[in-house]
């Protein structure tokens, strides 16, 4: 065993890191803080959400605690909901616990895209195309695998697919072929 | 012996095929997703909650219990050979593990962890068979307002011992309670909050949400972040510890036990937080406490102990009590609820089977785990080799397509997906989906217990304290609640110009 310089900003050092040192390392890889105005944007979220539902609730009638309507469990939590958006609304301001949307959020959007595609063609066409598709962009575009392996995975997976959900288990899923 | 005879029976039932299977398929798949760094095994347990409707609930059990524990036994993998902790419950493992195998015993961390493991899994077992009957028949006289207050407790302990904003943790389980309203009224036969959708009817299912929240919300999550790229894993050589070693890492393995038993009981522990608690242990207790953080036995022997314990014991809450202690177990809840069993100290007596077949299941599960991570952990490594761009569509299609097993229908489809988005945007903005999914499990039994309460009680609320248990509960449920706020209320006072505190969070990767 050699001994090595303890140079936490030298690379070559950089499997030497104590736990602190490492800890913060991944704290720094972390993806940036966003800033106060999505904080707010959440709290504000949040708020709507509990007034609404407070509304909603009235409307179907509170009754008493000896008596109570279908309202009054749903009044409480959206009640809560409120004072907790409130809250969070002027003490949250600053916390560093949200993510910043950056370039790579577009990965997220694209595989959600094509999700909903998936669900919105599958009834008419089957899964096994949308399935294909989605595989292919997933493998190749978002996760970077050359065009090879990309187009002989998402075939295997397809047909392993197939196999599993319409042959052996026979379930009723959309399929084309 | 009255007392071993259905204990003895739940052997019987471990020993089918179909169960010896099931928890064989279990434990594989715990020690896959392990390894592989990004899903979790709640994620996991989540999408694969499909596959439990066509089985017997205690085949389920034991199937998805198998994945939770074998989980802890394959996070330690990658936590030694890469730096990379496969779960969350594996991060401190990091510390002490990869230094051993850069001085080149990485068999022997992975050994001692797999024997800790095996040990404190074990001895969890055994603790949960004597103390789970007793606190279940104590729990027997427990009426709705003991209930209320239990799940109030229950909810508020895991939103405030989760990592990240207390406050966002609780809004998170607020929405919870909330989504668990929608349909009907099961006192009065009203619509909630449907908008006139037949779908919406019957309330929203327990699966879509766990399976979009937890399953593709954290798929999308993984998009995003790039995992650094994988190293080629050190060679593993000799896995099986010397008698010097496993001298000195007994008593980090005996005390990891013990602690992981008891952090595992207790609601909002768990896992994680065991492992971060035997790391801090054992580095106070070592004389030599700065050999942490450079290859010592200890380091590696006491988390991975601890882990193990609190998995399986965090088991008995759910068993016995009905409240599941955090948000695995809260899947595990709704797996049985699913298959017609609620959870409650009613099961030991009435489904006797049910319970020691999941429980004795475990003991088999341990001794399959030590073998594949002793023998046969050249495999798993090698898998360490699947990339996530591969992993990462082929989980996704296996959600969709078994959210479409659920009901035949696309409307589940399309409510996986629509969580899928909640779960990934609460993620981006710091809410932990775990409240939530705990929440919505337990909100039902919450708002019956509460009203059935106030109809015993004629409307009075204070009814609840009038009674020594749930009287007892609430009370620590306002301490639970107001303490921490106190707390910095008061430091903020006393040092309004120190430098604010920097604790390293580890995030939960659910």
Not at chain 2, 117 to 133: E, N, Q, R, Y
Not at chain 2, 354 to 378: A, E, H, K, Q, R
Request: proline share 7%.
């Amino acid at each position: 065993m050699i001994p090595v310089k303890e140079t936490s900003a030298d690379p070559v050092a950089e499997d030497d890191l104590t736990p602190e040192q490492l800890a913060a390392q991944w704290e720094d890889e972390k993806p940036p803080a966003a800033g106060p105005l999505a904080n707010a944007a959440s709290s504000l979220v949040v708020l709507g959400v509990g007034i609404a539902a407070v509304i909603l609730s009235v409307a179907m009638g509170l009754g008493t605690p000896s008596a109570p309507q279908p309202g009054l469990w749903p009044f409480i939590i959206s009640c809560v909901m409120v004072a907790l958006g409130l809250f969070q609304l002027i003490a949250g301001r600053h916390n560093r616990d949200a993510e910043k949307f950056t370039r790579m959020s577009i990965s997220p959007l694209t595989g959600l895209v094509t999700l909903a595609a998936m669900v919105a063609v599958m009834p008419l066409i089957g899964f096994e195309l949308p399935a294909l598709v989605l595989c292919i962009i997933w493998m190749r575009f978002l996760g970077g695998e050359t065009w090879r392996s990309t187009v002989l995975i998402s075939a295997i997976v397809v047909a392993a697919f197939y196999g599993i959900f319409v042959l052996a288990l026979g379930t009723s899923i959309p399929h084309l072929f | 012996m009255d007392f071993l005879n259905p204990v003895i029976n739940g052997f019987a039932v471990v020993l089918e095929p179909t169960n010896l299977l099931y928890c064989l398929i279990g434990v594989v798949i715990g020690m896959l997703i392990g390894v592989l760094p990004g899903l979790g095994p709640a994620a996991t347990i989540a999408i694969l909650l499909p596959l439990t409707y066509n089985v017997e609930p205690v085949t389920a059990i034991i199937m998805l219990a198998g994945i939770f524990y074998g989980a802890q036994y394959g996070g330690t993998i990658t936590s030694v050979l890469l730096r990379l902790p496969g779960e969350a419950s594996s991060v401190v493992t990091v510390f002490d593990g990869y230094q051993m195998a850069k001085q080149g015993k990485a068999g022997t961390a992975l050994g001692l962890a797999a024997i800790g493991s095996f040990v404190g899994g074990t001895a969890a077992i055994i603790g949960l068979t004597f103390l789970a009957p007793v606190v279940a028949s104590f729990a027997l006289d427990f009426g709705p307002p003991e209930y209320t207050a239990l799940a109030l407790l229950g909810i508020l302990l895991v939103a405030t011992i989760s990592s990240g904003a207390k406050a966002k943790a609780l809004i998170a389980a607020a929405l919870g309670l909330l989504l668990a309203t929608v349909g009907r009224d099961i006192f009065t036969g009203e619509s909630r909050f449907t908008f006139g959708s037949l779908d919406l009817a019957d309330g929203i299912d327990f699966v879509p949400i766990a399976m979009g929240i937890f399953g593709l919300g954290e798929i999308l999550y993984n998009l995003e972040e790039r995992h650094r790229a994988a190293k080629a894993p050190s060679k593993v050589a000799n896995v099986w510890p010397s008698r010097k070693e496993l001298k000195q890492a007994s008593g980090a393995i005996g005390r990891g036990s013990v602690l992981g038993f008891f952090l595992g009981i207790l609601p909002g522990g768990g896992a994680t937080i065991a492992s971060m608690a035997s790391y801090a242990m054992e580095k106070k207790r070592a004389k030599q406490p700065e050999r942490f953080g450079k290859g010592a036995p200890e380091g590696v022997a006491g988390p991975e102990t601890a882990n193990n314990a609190a998995a399986t014991s965090s088991f008995i809450p759910l068993l016995t009590l009905g409240i599941p202690a955090n948000a695995t177990m809260a899947l595990m809840f709704g797996a049985l609820l699913i298959q017609g069993v609620t959870p409650g100290p009613q099961l030991v007596e009435q489904d006797p089977e049910l319970f020691w077949g999941v429980v004795n299941s475990m003991y088999i599960g341990n001794v399959l785990l030590l073998i594949m991570s002793l023998p046969l952990v050249g495999i798993f490594v090698k898998i360490l080799r699947v990339r996530a761009a591969i992993l990462a569509p082929v989980t996704a299609l296996i959600t969709l397509l078994g959210a479409y097993t659920i009901n035949n229908s696309m409307f589940e489809v399309s409510l996986v997906v629509v969580f899928g988005i909640v779960g990934y945007l609460m993620k981006k903005f710091g809410f932990e989906p775990g409240p939530l999914v705990l929440a919505f499990v337990l909100g039902e039994l919450l708002e019956s217990s509460m009203r059935r309460s106030l109809l015993v009680f004629g409307g009075d609320p204070m009814g609840f304290f009038g009674r020594p248990i749930s009287a007892t509960l609430l009370v620590v449920f306002v301490l639970v609640a107001v303490l921490p706020a106190l707390k910095s209320m008061l430091a903020k006072r006393k040092a309004p110009a120190a430098a604010e505190p920097a604790p390293t969070k580890i995030k939960e990767k659910v």
